[in-house]
């Protein structure tokens, strides 16, 4: 049976001082800012929201500085007058740039003594120099779970005897230009930019049940050009993969099939769009105006039933994806049942059962939890990743590789074993 591990993601502690953050979702579609008060024994609690359109990014790059800059700076100035204060920094979201993830194992000697807290540094630092992103860049190096003379399980490992602590360490890395143009874009828009978040793992943490993440499952997010997939198992995250295909494509193909205008059929799809037909959808004409606009081109004339035709043709060949990345992140066998869509693709009417049948799965739809005073209009799966980012801003997380450098203790030879115990834990899900 395998060992129930807990999340490495502590919250922070009670009493904490409060402060105000500021978050940042620059997505393909949107630009999206919220500012919160965090801290204390209450939960995040918002106080300023903004949002505008953005022009400036495909598939989540960035490829028109000046007007991607436009859509930060006038989301966060709207965020910054419903909130009354003014932010310096912002924790920002990537999902572009071939997100991939890895373990990285890493083992020390004790001796058999205590461990302490100088010995938690230490491993740290050995961690941080096993760590070789190649050309690509670090987005996070985390945590994710302790071992104890080969046997994980540990939540805090300082006090405990051993003879060897280990340590694996769940890397997410990044094209590196990708990430340079994006942190261009942020600072260039007048404001620093205190740390990039992966989406799918900021999605995870607004969505997610606990017990979910002990279980298994996997967030899927929806993205307007860029889906994510984030695996979860024995509470830790231990994978994730980047698509890139997202709800706009759908769009796309609205606009050419019906040859109309790519904001008109994103306005219809948001209206009367739908992954799952009904029966009456065959006699429900939906109307696209032409793309030209000289008073003599009438509106194509479709039933509802077409239109959702073309929808699940994206569908099938986006959910394909989906599948591969699940079966490539060690996501199968009678563990691996529970689906969490997200992202602005989310909304589509019957894409949770849709995605149901195509990933034979339990699939429900994830919407921001655990933050006081979060508007209505940010309520949904579209915002999920901006809210999550709120949540990884108020807890106090250690990231290996950002960590101030230090010299590392020799690392003792095990890491090979760690590595395949890290397999053997993903691999339960099979």
């Not at 143009?181 to 799918?200: Q, W």
Request: charged fraction near 20%; aromatic fraction near 4%; glycine fraction near 12%.
């Amino acid at each position: 049976m395998a060992p129930k591990l807990q999340p490495r993601i502590p919250l922070v502690p009670k009493g904490a001082q409060e402060e105000t953050v500021a978050v940042l979702d620059i997505g393909t579609s949107k630009v999206a800012a919220m500012i919160a008060i965090v801290g204390g024994d209450a939960e995040p609690r918002i106080i300023g929201t903004g949002q505008k359109p953005c022009a400036g990014l495909k598939r989540g790059l960035v490829t028109d500085f000046a007007k991607t800059q436009a859509a930060i700076r006038g989301a966060v100035d709207m965020a910054e007058r419903a909130a009354g204060v003014q932010v310096t920094h912002v924790f920002g979201s990537i999902s572009a740039g071939n997100l991939t993830s890895s373990v990285t194992p890493v083992e020390i000697d004790i001796a058999g003594a205590s461990i302490t807290e100088a010995d938690m540094e230490t491993l740290r630092a050995a961690g941080r120099a096993r760590i070789d992103p190649g050309a690509r860049t670090v987005v996070h190096a985390q945590p994710a779970l302790y071992v104890l003379d080969g046997q994980p399980g540990v939540e805090s490992p300082v006090g405990f005897h051993a003879d060897r602590l280990g340590m694996e360490i769940h890397v997410v890395t990044a094209d590196t230009p990708p990430l340079k143009n994006l942190d261009r874009a942020v600072r260039e828009a007048l404001i620093g930019l205190k740390t990039l978040v992966a989406a799918p793992l900021a999605a995870s943490l607004a969505t997610l049940d606990p017990e979910e993440r002990d279980v298994g499952v996997a967030l899927v997010e929806i993205g307007a050009g860029v889906t994510t997939v984030a695996v979860h198992s024995f509470g830790i995250l231990v994978g994730v993969a980047a698509i890139p295909m997202g709800a706009g494509d759908i769009t796309t193909d609205l606009a050419a099939a019906f040859a109309t205008r790519r904001s008109v059929a994103e306005r219809i799809k948001a209206l009367d769009g739908a992954a799952v037909a009904l029966p009456g959808d065959n006699h429900e004409p939906v109307d696209f105006p032409p793309v030209s606009d000289d008073g003599f081109a009438e509106p194509l004339r479709v039933s509802k039933a077409q239109m959702i035709g073309v929808i699940r043709t994206r569908l099938g060949l986006l959910f394909d994806e989906i599948n591969k990345a699940l079966v490539q992140l060690g996501f199968t066998g009678p563990q691996a049942r529970q689906v969490v869509l997200t992202g602005g693709g989310a909304e589509l009417r019957g894409i949770a059962e849709y995605a149901g049948g195509a990933l034979g799965r339990n699939v429900r739809i994830g919407r921001p939890r655990g933050l006081a005073g979060l508007p209505q209009a940010q309520s949904g799966p579209a915002f999920a990743t901006l809210a999550g980012l709120v949540h990884f801003a108020a807890r106090q997380e250690r990231d290996i590789w950002h960590m101030p450098v230090k010299p590392a203790q020799p690392i003792a030879e095990g890491g090979a074993v760690l590595k395949d115990m890290f397999k053997k834990l993903r691999g339960s899900l099979s």
